[in-house]
């Protein structure tokens, strides 16, 4: 019972706090846009510069996934997860209090450095929280409900963007955001609660020198924090995870790429603006809220991950690709209702992973392939944005503004034929699980 209510609460959390953080997403590009090149629908500088933001978070994040990940193995996914929830909350407040260039700038900044701890470690460590609390045969169906979530959370975020100018939606995303902070501090309980496994990080003295065994624990913590060669005997323990692996670093490729390309495009090529970017985040939203609460809890024990993982990144090449030929200002519109199919491919993913290791280490493995997304994240930028600059400038070699985006699909279609090759092996049985936890306590 109070496993279930621990996933409850972390359900309502998440979406309080994804709400308030899409308030602002369908805004960003025309605050970016004014402070940088006011006046204008092209702006190659503002493309750069998102790209260069991206890149670095990459970086930042490539270091500090798997350490969190592993860190909140061993001190609980609650007291790990308050970091990056209340450290999001600052670049909104610097919005809130004015859009104006120089505080764009130091959004800009302080955005950049929050969010190489922020950017997808409240992902990583829920999906270790709802590992914690799932047994393996329910996981993609919860996996799936809380994409949905997110989606739906996303859904209401962007609703709200349309109907409220660009201060009040900051100002309310900020509000929202330490909403969720303190509702997570109060209510959502620890996961963590095997003794062997679980360290509080505010543990007094007298705790650590009760015995022997206990101070020996505690200078196991260094040697706790994941290297390259932990990562890649994690990669090399199984070759369905390996895999997985791949898949996640192409698929994120793509992703990264089309979330750093297709706002600009579309405002050079169409003239979309903030209200234009929340109608299509909310058509997307809701086909992926619908797609993650209703079909995929009922087709994943069914057809299984690995199908549903390949199918939707099928459909993800589909959209993409309508994206980069788009005639018309209706057709992107269009290629958000794919959403309802291509969200499959990330809970999917997640699930794979989380059924080759042991329960004690799903930190562990969702930090690494989170880690591998990030990396994924570092290097897109570097490939697409000046692409994207390049076909949406004067100086295009041919005219075909959507090239970059075309090129990403490709990306996209190379994650869903890897994905084809994937062979989920069975989950790693019960007993196997308690030799792990044993072996981690001694090592």
């Known amino acids: 019972m109070e496993k279930k209510s621990g996933v409850s609460h972390l359900f309502i959390t998440i979406f309080v706090h994804c709400f308030s953080t899409s308030m ?24 750069y510069l998102s790209g260069f933001q991206q890149a670095i978070i990459g970086l930042g994040t490539l270091v500090m996934m798997p350490v969190v990940g592993n860190l909140s193995d061993k001190y609980g996914r609650k007291a790990l997860l308050t970091v990056p929830i209340t450290l999001s909350i600052i670049p909104l ?20 450095l929050t ?47 349309r109907f409220i100018s660009t201060s009040a939606a900051f100002q309310a995303a ?13 209510f959502l309980p620890e996961s963590v609660r ?44 199984s070759s369905t995870f390996s895999q997985a692996a791949i898949v996640a670093f192409l698929s994120s490729l793509a992703d990264a790429g089309l979330q750093g390309s297709m706002m600009y495009y579309l405002k050079a090529k169409f003239h979309f603006n903030k209200n234009q970017f929340a109608d299509l985040m909310v058509i997307a939203g ?28 099928l459909f993800g090449c589909v959209h993409m690709f309508l994206y980069s030929v788009a005639w018309s200002s209706w057709v992107p519109y269009a290629a958000a209702v794919f959403s309802i199919l291509s969200v499959f491919s ?22 690494c392939i989170s880690g591998i997304c990030s990396f994924a994240n570092l290097v897109s930028p570097l490939a697409f944005s000046p692409l994207t600059a390049l076909f949406l400038s004067d100086r295009a ?20 034929i890897q994905s084809i090759m994937i062979r989920v092996a069975p989950p790693l049985p019960v007993s196997s699980q308690r030799v792990s936890n044993c072996n981690s306590v001694v090592a």
């Open 346 to 367: 990330h809970p999917c993913l997640r699930t794979i992973v989380s059924k080759q290791v042991a329960s004690n280490e799903q930190g562990k493995a969702q930090g």
């Open 24 to 47: 602002v997403a369908p805004a960003i590009t025309d605050v970016t846009m004014s402070a940088v090149c006011p006046g204008r629908d092209e702006c190659s500088l503002a493309i």
């Open 194 to 237: 095997d003794e062997d496994l679980y360290t509080p990080i505010l543990s007094s003295k007298a705790e650590i020198s009760a015995s022997c065994e206990e101070s020996t624990k505690k200078l196991q913590v260094f040697k706790r924090l994941p290297s390259i060669d932990d990562m890649v005997h994690l990669l090399k323990s």
């Open 93 to 112: 407040a610097i919005l809130a209090y004015s859009r104006s260039r120089n505080f764009f700038y130091a959004y800009y900044v302080l955005r950049t």
């Open 397 to 416: 070699p041919f005219n075909f503004p959507g090239f970059s985006i075309m090129c990403i699909g490709f990306v996209s279609m190379t994650a869903f």
């Open 115 to 161: 969010a190489m701890v922020c950017e997808g470690s409240i992902h990583c460590l829920s999906l270790a929280y709802v590992a914690d609390n799932v047994p393996p045969g329910r996981r993609a169906s919860v996996f799936g409900i809380f994409s949905g979530i997110v989606s739906g959370a996303f859904v209401c975020g962007t609703i709200s963007a």
């Open 286 to 313: 809701i086909a992926g809220t619908i797609s993650q609460l209703i079909m995929m809890p009922i087709l994943a024990p069914t057809v299984g991950e690995a199908r549903l993982l390949s199918f939707g990144l």
């Open 174 to 186: 900020t509000a929202g955001s330490i909403i969720s902070a303190v509702y997570m501090r109060i």
